[in-house]
T-cell receptor, first 114, second 114 residues
């Protein structure tokens, strides 16, 4: 089955630690995205990548980093510089050739900072 | 620039009643519009999308939405609510190039009572 796999589903971190969230897709999509979701705030874009080895900052990129070495993979690192990292993180992908902007989402990773 | 406003962070209906979730958008170019649904601790799932074809769009689970350019609206409706419709609903907009990122509203939680 084609889809997006995020791992881990739940993650706990101590303050001052970096953590990396995994996102893998087998939909052959060119574009991949990371969103952060907080209660009552909707989804906010952290980073996105439209092609391998290239990525762009979204609205709330501070304290986060990404890489896009393979088409299938777009890991997100939450660094110790992120002041309030506890949130639900969603990875998505889209087929730019379809020209509709529709996103396909993973099931999310919930990060809690202790 | 594009933006989305969802009126009402929570909407409560009785089972069998009409569901109406409101979405207004702002876009400087012809928009693509989407409604997504999210069940607890899961990713988002596409309900329906408007991409400049028919203004009345039918989606999954009996939902539909009507694009009204004069009102800059894309409200989501369902004639008869079911308990399984209880979830959070997000309206989103992208520009018609398909290469922009989606901008999401803050979401509306639909509560269905027996």
């Amino acid at each position: 089955d084609g889809g997006i796999t995020q791992s881990p589903k739940y993650l706990f971190r101590k303050e001052g630690q970096n953590v990396t969230l995994s996102c893998e897709q087998n939909l052959n999509h060119d574009a991949m995205y990371w969103y952060r979701q907080d209660p009552g705030q909707g989804l906010r874009l952290i980073y996105y990548s439209q092609i391998v080895n290239d990525f762009q900052k979204g609205d709330i990129a501070e304290g986060y980093s990404v890489s896009r070495e393979k088409k299938e993979s777009f890991p997100l690192t939450v660094t110790s510089a992120q002041k309030n990292p506890t949130a639900f993180y969603l990875c998505a992908s889209s087929n730019q050739d379809a020209n509709t902007g529709e996103l396909f989402f993973g099931e999310g990773s919930r990060l809690t900072v202790l | 620039a594009q933006s989305v406003t969802q009126l009402g962070s929570h909407v409560s209906v009785s089972e069998g009643a009409l569901v109406l979730l409101r979405c207004n958008y702002s876009s400087s170019v012809p928009p693509y519009l989407f409604w997504y649904v999210q069940y607890p601790n899961q990713g988002l799932q596409l309900l329906l999308k408007y991409t400049s074809a028919a203004t009345l769009v039918k989606g999954i689970n009996g939902f539909e939405a009507e694009f009204k350019k004069s009102e800059t609206s894309f409200h989501l409706t369902k004639p008869s609510a079911h308990m399984s419709d209880a979830a959070e609903y997000f309206c989103a907009v992208s520009d018609s190039s398909g290469y922009s990122t989606l901008t999401f509203g803050k979401g509306t939680m639909l509560l269905v009572s027996p």
